[in-house]
């Protein structure tokens, strides 16, 4: 079959998914270099893309970062499952579809309004989007598949998306852990060894260490390191 | 007051919901869609011909089918209510006419950007100046760059379906842009017809503001900090890359209404008589006429071609190309000057050259079916006495 | 309850950046308002932090005392229009809408009355913050016309006397005889009496203030925002100047706002 | 219009001013007693 959506980086102007012909798939089958597939063979590609790429990372979005719906629970603690049994998977949250002046740090956090920052700073070459909401993820997959050399697999609670090169829809947490089953029966064919282990947290979170507090985990002592009216302070930390 | 209705998936309403002849005007069939469409807001603004479908949505508002109604300032602050509505994530209905809609363009043509979903009604009457509240749909024109849906209803029967498939179409997940029902002023809005109705304890299911490609700003759903529609502007710290694949999605969301117009529709076109050598391609009351022309031609033993093009938007590019694969002649008639249908067809098919701009009236004038007769007798070579007849 | 779309995934928690836990530890969102305010901004996460409006801006400062001032952060949506406010208001940690130029208190208009009709038992606070431009000039229809429907929400006119983000052209609220682009021999008509009008047209609350008393300029805010939760429509006409297009100096800003309240009258 | 002009003099075009309905009144009384009995 051909491959219609392939690995970018496609090039300055990218002509999108859909004007290229590609269709969402129907309920049921899924989506690969943009042709409708069988979910079980879409699944398999995307594990194998992220167990043989360098940086694999997932990518949660705000529909599984934030405690919304009573789903969010079981949805977020597959994605976790799914990102230990991937060796040296990272997870970077898009907590937030906002662009934020002057520039998001991108070790810690990617943002639709230009993920490829994220991607290339990290060196990501597969990753997997999940939880955001669809006209954002259609946004970043289709910069990603832009201006990037990265692997997108869209897993979308609804329909999918037609820009990334595996798409499966309807995903719920039991397709996640379906996918994770995939991802080591691939990885034992291929014959890598991994104990799971959990990916690293956010690099941009302070070490707990007690050494640095803020006003606030003073409490009600809060007004000893307030400055009092008239008292000058010159230099603050 | 609950009027206690039957809640139904669009497909029921419009396949399988039982239907009775009534005899009633345009304006009436699109307000009777409204009825049975569970919206929860309507926001009006007068302009003849508009202003009856949208006192009736009135009085429909009264009779409790509809929770909240109001009569705006004018065109722009209505439509751009119906965006502020929209976002909070309630199903919302409007219409307009000519100048209205051009007083309402710039927030309508904001409105796909900001993944509105919502319903908008286009009852088409003349652009001043000279001043004239007659049909002419040129203000179609305007509406075609602009990204919104558009279907163009030929008569009463088709005002109700397409307003009520409009309602299905606009919320889905992959589309959720608006999307705009037109019909010709007076010609359909003011005249009756027969239009088959369901009964209106029947109505469409209500809408769910979380099953959507964006998050309603109602400060339940995430992400907290939500913007929907970011102001990617000139600043330092956006590249220009999110506007362009922004407004590529948009039309993408456009082109996936097609399988929906086929779904709820049967299909952008309707074709009658296929194998024929010369065509009339034909939307809205314009098709009316030309269906008409057809039957003329017909008891003349003459083999005429019909193709009556319901959506305009998503344009139907692949249908219309198969229909006038073996065409001769195409002839395009129009209720406005500058010919925006005909435009649309010579830009699609290989051999625009076949196409016969025209005949083409407007300014409210009645487009006669020898009009059409005369361009079928020319394209058929037929001698001149014939014409006179 | 609404608050929870404010809490992490608990799995997640510790893959969030820094600034979005600090949000949810330390931010104002559930909190009272002795504990949060503008009597204790520093000691916790203010809404608003980076954006990218002129140093010195007065109108910065007083978008940072709205946010800080607000009832129920979780439960408000601002939205605002053009010009300067909305680079810092689009930075702030509550959502924001900005539709076209001009049309904020439609769009206030419809969106209040869609969050009646979907949370009929909760409070949304909707606040409209545009400058003099978007709600006097080019908005002044939907403006009025919102007060006279009597709309339930908050309206904040940012008057900076000039339109500042396109460079500073004459608006209907600079003083008479003022030179500004467009305007190149003096504007030939008088401030606009923005809040006659809004009195007027039926405002149940209206402030014309300059905010050099930061608690006066947070109960202003606060009181217009409780009273248009069921009374009516309230505005708020605050002076922010524009010290670039007015090339007040910045250490001067204060004493400038000092004084449009206490001594200069408009010639 | 001499008379106006002393008036103004005193005070700035931005001097405080606030106008608020009978109802507003009411309801600011209940809010910030409510207030005051939370804060002490």
């Known amino acids: 079959m051909s491959k219609k959506i392939t690995v970018g980086p496609v090039g300055y102007m990218p002509q999108s998914a859909p004007s290229m012909g590609v269709e969402l798939s129907p309920e049921g089958k899924a989506l690969l270099y943009g042709n409708i597939v069988e979910e079980e063979e879409a699944m398999r590609d995307a594990a194998k893309a992220l167990l043989t790429m360098n940086n694999p990372t997932i990518f949660p979005g705000p529909q599984v970062l934030w405690d919304w719906r009573e789903d969010v629970a079981d949805k977020s603690a597959a994605i976790l499952d799914l990102a230990s049994e991937i060796p040296n998977c990272k997870i970077i949250p898009m907590p937030d579809y906002r662009p934020k002046y002057p520039k998001i740090d991108v070790k810690a956090e990617i943002n639709p309004n230009h993920p490829n920052l994220t991607i290339l700073d990290n060196k990501i070459k597969a990753c997997v989007f999940i939880g955001v909401h669809c006209h954002y993820a259609n946004l970043t997959l289709r910069m990603i598949r832009a201006g990037t050399s990265c692997y997108t697999v869209a897993m979308c609670a609804m329909m999918g998306h037609e820009e990334a090169m595996a798409s499966i829809r ?15 029966q691939v990885r034992n064919e291929l014959g890598i060894e991994h104990t799971t282990t959990m990916p690293p947290e956010n690099p941009s979170l302070p070490k707990e260490d007690w050494g640095s507090l803020t006003p606030a985990d ?20 | 007051m609950s009027l206690n209705k039957t809640l139904v998936d669009m497909d029921y309403l419009l396949n399988e919901a039982p239907r009775e002849k009534h005899f009633i005007t345009g304006a009436q069939a699109m307000a009777e869609a409204v009825k049975r469409a569970s919206v929860d807001m309507a926001i009006a603004y007068p302009i003849t011909p508009q202003s009856e479908v949208m006192h009736l949505v009135g009085d429909i508002y009264a009779q409790g089918h509809i929770k909240e109604y109001y009569r705006a300032e004018e065109e722009l602050g209505t439509m751009s209510a119906i965006a502020g509505a929209a976002r909070g994530g309630v199903r919302m209905f409007t219409a307009t006419s000519g100048p209205g809609l051009l007083r309402g363009l710039e927030a309508i043509v904001s409105w796909p950007g900001h993944r509105i979903p919502c319903v908008l009604g286009v009852l088409t009457r003349v652009v001043n100046a000279p001043l004239s509240i007659q049909p002419d749909n040129i203000e179609m024109a305007y509406l075609m760059h602009s990204g919104v849906v558009m279907l163009h209803a030929e008569n009463q029967q088709d005002t109700f379906d397409y307003t009520l498939a409009a309602f299905a179409i606009t919320e889905k997940v992959d589309v959720y842009i608006p999307v705009s029902v037109s019909t010709e002023g007076f010609f359909v809005t003011h005249a009756k017809g027969y239009v088959d109705m369901m009964d209106e304890k029947y109505a469409f299911t209500e809408v769910d503001p979380y099953h959507a490609p964006v998050p309603a700003m109602d400060n339940e759903v995430p992400p907290a900090r939500i913007q929907r529609d970011a102001p990617v502007q000139k600043s330092n710290f956006m590249s220009y890359l999110i506007h362009s694949v922004w407004q590529q999605e948009i039309w993408d969301c456009n082109s996936r209404a097609m399988k929906y117009v086929y779904q709820y529709l049967g299909g952008p076109i309707e074709v009658i008589n296929p194998d024929a050598d010369v065509f009339i391609v034909a939307s809205g009351c314009a098709a009316a006429q030309s269906r008409e022309a057809n039957r003329y031609a017909e008891e003349e033993g003459l083999s005429v071609g019909l193709v009556k093009v319901k959506c305009i938007r998503p344009w139907p590019r692949k249908e219309i190309n198969d229909a006038l694969k073996n065409a001769k002649t195409v002839i395009v008639p129009e209720h406005n000057i500058i010919g925006w249908l005909s435009k649309e067809i010579k830009a699609s098919i290989p051999n625009g050259g076949i196409v016969v701009e025209g005949p083409r009236v407007y300014g409210g004038m009645t487009l006669p079916v020898e009009l059409i007769m005369e361009e079928i007798y020319i394209a058929l070579g037929m001698d001149s006495e014939k014409l006179q007849a | 309850m609404s608050l929870n779309y404010m809490i992490p995934a608990s799995k997640f928690k510790r893959y969030l950046p820094k600034d979005y836990v600090e949000l949810v530890d330390y931010g104002p969102f559930g909190k009272k308002y002795s504990e949060v305010g503008v009597k204790n901004m520093g000691t916790y996460k203010e809404l608003v932090e980076e954006h990218p409006m002129c140093s010195g801006c007065w109108m910065s400062y007083y978008i940072k005392i709205i946010f800080a001032s607000l009832p129920n952060p979780e439960d408000t949506v601002t939205i605002g229009t053009a010009g300067c406010g909305r680079l810092a208001i689009s930075q702030a940690a509550v959502p924001f809408i900005y539709g076209n130029y001009g049309d904020q208190n439609a769009m206030a208009s419809g969106i209040t009355r869609a969050f009646r009709l979907r949370f009929p038992d909760r409070q949304k606070d909707v606040i409209t913050i545009a400058g003099d431009g978007g709600m006097m000039d080019i908005g002044f229809s939907m403006t009025m016309h919102a007060w006279f429907r009597r709309e339930k929400f908050t309206t904040i006119m940012l008057d900076n006397e000039v339109y500042g983000n396109t460079g500073g052209q004459e608006s209907g609220m600079s003083v008479e005889g003022a030179v500004l682009k467009m305007s190149p021999k003096g504007k030939n008509f008088g401030k606009m009496p923005a809040m006659q009008l809004a009195i007027t047209a039926g405002c149940v ?63 | 219009m001499y008379l106006e002009m002393l008036k103004r003099k005193k005070k700035g075009r931005f001097a405080f001013e606030e106008f608020m309905t009978d109802e507003a009144k009411e309801l600011f009384k209940v809010v910030e007693a409510k207030k005051k009995k939370e804060v002490s």
């Open chain 1, 170 to 184: 309807d995903v719920h947490a039991d397709s996640i852990v379906k996918f994770k089953d995939i991802v080591i």
């Open chain 1, 218 to 237: 003073y409490g009600e002592y809060r007004a000893l390191i307030m400055s009092k009216k008239g008292e000058h302070v010159t230099a603050v930390e």
């Open chain 3, 205 to 267: 609350y209206v402030v014309k203030m300059s905010p050099t008393n930061i608690n006066k300029a947070s109960k202003a805010i606060r009181r217009a925002i409780f009273a248009a939760r069921n009374l009516g429509p309230t505005f708020i006409h605050v002076y922010t100047s524009c010290n670039i297009e007015y090339s007040i100096p910045t250490p001067d800003v204060f004493r400038d706002a000092k004084e449009k309240e206490k001594r200069s009258f408009c010639i």
